[in-house]
């Protein structure tokens, strides 16, 4: 896509730079050749576009060993020629490559597990939700805004529909990138655009065991964003 089209924009990530070309909101290397065609793009800077993309690197040669949609088998095997590039998290992920107990369907069954970096995965999916904010509404989130992202429990999956089912949010949008590759729901603030939520599903819904509560574990990532004098208010 030209960079004409992003020429005068301001970058989506950071709110502040000028835009120098288009970024996927969800890396193409996310998903299988036959389905990156029509994914999201949003103006991004040089910058943004090449600290999303290390982080990009790491996460596509590590999500994929969890997934769990039709494709999942055909996603894995893109993931050794990723892993040759990368040595050091090839040997990372052989060193720590382990087993740990998780509740499926009110059975606990043990599952093979891998170490996820949880800042680093964070940190793409505030980057995935400022990016999807634009694209969908063409709202801008600046340093005057929170994000907020976390793996929801069965328990605070409960709770998450009740926020979604707020009559101060519109109807939203619903979006499957790559056959359940991705798929992500999000709704916006009637009245203050700033105001959304999200939930996501990676790779049919990727098991994210919770180190704090053994045996427990989340699938869906949830993401809220608003203004922060908000949040302020809510804490104080």
Not at 2 to 23: E, F, H, L, N, Q
Not at 176 to 197: A, F, H, M, R, S
Request: net charge neutral.
């Amino acid at each position: 896509m030209s960079k004409k089209k992003y020429r005068g924009k301001i970058c989506v990530y950071c709110a502040d730079a000028p835009a120098t070309a288009g970024d996927h909101v969800f890396a193409r290397e996310f998903f299988l050749k036959e389905d990156r065609n029509n994914l999201p793009q949003v103006p991004a800077c040089d910058v943004c576009n090449g600290a999303k993309a290390q982080l990009e690197h790491y996460l596509t040669a590590l999500l994929p060993f969890g997934g769990r949609h039709s494709a999942a088998g055909d996603n894995l095997e893109l993931v050794p020629r990723r892993l040759a590039k990368n040595v050091k998290l090839h040997r990372t992920l052989a060193a720590n490559w382990g087993r740990a107990r998780s509740k499926e369907d009110g059975v606990y069954l043990s599952s093979p597990t891998l170490p996820v970096d949880e800042v680093q995965l964070n940190k793409l999916l505030s980057l995935i939700v400022r990016g999807l904010v634009w694209f969908h509404w063409e709202t801008l989130l600046t340093r005057d805004h929170f994000m907020d992202v976390m793996a929801l429990t069965e328990a605070g999956e409960h709770a998450f529909d009740k926020l979604m089912g707020s009559p101060d949010l519109n109807s939203g949008i619903q979006c499957d990138l790559g056959n359940g590759t991705v798929c992500y729901e999000g709704k916006q603030g009637i009245n203050q655009p700033e105001i959304t939520v999200w939930r996501i599903l990676m790779y049919g819904g990727l098991k994210f065991a919770d180190p704090e509560n053994r045996g427990e574990s989340s699938s869906v990532i949830a993401a809220m964003t608003g203004p922060a004098r908000l949040r302020d208010q809510m804490n104080g």
